[in-house]
């Protein structure tokens, strides 16, 4: 366990520090959730490694850096409702479980989404709610969001995602090609959606009626 723990802190200096995340509580909590409790147990030993890994069902989880950087970008307190789309492990969901009061994530795949029920449970996450459906419909019953973080790769900003967004709030979300997005934040005000540009990433495409079919 002591060593896992060096290997986390030694992923967040020489990844995430390194890279340019300052967001002390961002970086607090990618020291302590553990990364490997939700990688398939064949490949728990690459964990900590500069890299995203698959996760089972051709889906990936995330290179540590982009978990970290999409997380500081939406600027949480604490107080905040935030909706993820595309579970997949729930390793991101517990990230954001950790800095904001409750989390709603939805994930297409049931076998995914089960999945991630268990680990998360397992590790005493209760403030996450998964559902599964389509996530480009966002999750109309629970909104609006004080923010929205997308984690698949999508052509465009799906409209509903905005809506369920609040007035003041803040969206990161992968908007590109089906292979190479950029990482966009989408600032939601009284005078509309302003977009601003962060590093070129590479996600799974967003399956769904708002967003790549199939
Ligand atoms: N955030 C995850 C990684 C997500 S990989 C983690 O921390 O492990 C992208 C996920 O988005 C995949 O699980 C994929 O099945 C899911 N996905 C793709 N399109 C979706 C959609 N329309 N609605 C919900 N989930 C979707």
């Not at 089972?56 to 290179?63: A, D, F, N, P, R």
């Not at 789309?85 to 089960?114: N, P």
Request: some cysteine.
């Amino acid at each position: 366990m002591m060593d896992l723990e060096k290997e986390r802190n030694r992923m967040v200096d020489d990844q995430i520090v390194a890279r340019g995340v300052k967001d002390p509580r961002v970086l607090a909590v990618m020291r302590k959730v553990p990364r490997h409790v939700f990688i398939p147990e064949a490949m728990r030993s690459m964990a900590y490694g500069d890299n995203a890994l698959p996760l089972g069902e051709s889906q990936t989880i995330s290179q540590p850096y982009i978990v970290a950087l999409m997380t500081e970008l939406l600027e949480l307190k604490g107080t905040e409702r935030v909706l993820e789309i595309g579970t997949g492990s729930g390793y991101q969901a517990a990230i954001l479980a950790e800095l904001c009061e409750k989390v709603y994530t939805v994930e297409r795949i049931k076998a995914l989404a089960d999945k991630a029920r268990l680990t998360l449970d397992n590790l005493g996450y209760h403030t996450v709610a998964i559902k599964v459906y389509d996530g480009t419909y966002g999750w109309k019953e629970m909104a609006p969001y004080d923010a929205v973080m997308v984690t698949a790769g999508a052509p465009n900003v799906p409209d509903p995602l905005v809506e369920q967004l609040k007035e003041g709030g803040r969206m990161v979300i992968p908007v590109g090609e089906r292979y190479g997005q950029r990482l966009l934040t989408v600032v939601k005000t009284a005078e509309g959606a302003f977009t601003q540009k962060s590093i070129p990433c590479m996600f799974v495409p967003l399956i769904g009626n708002h967003a790549w079919k199939e």
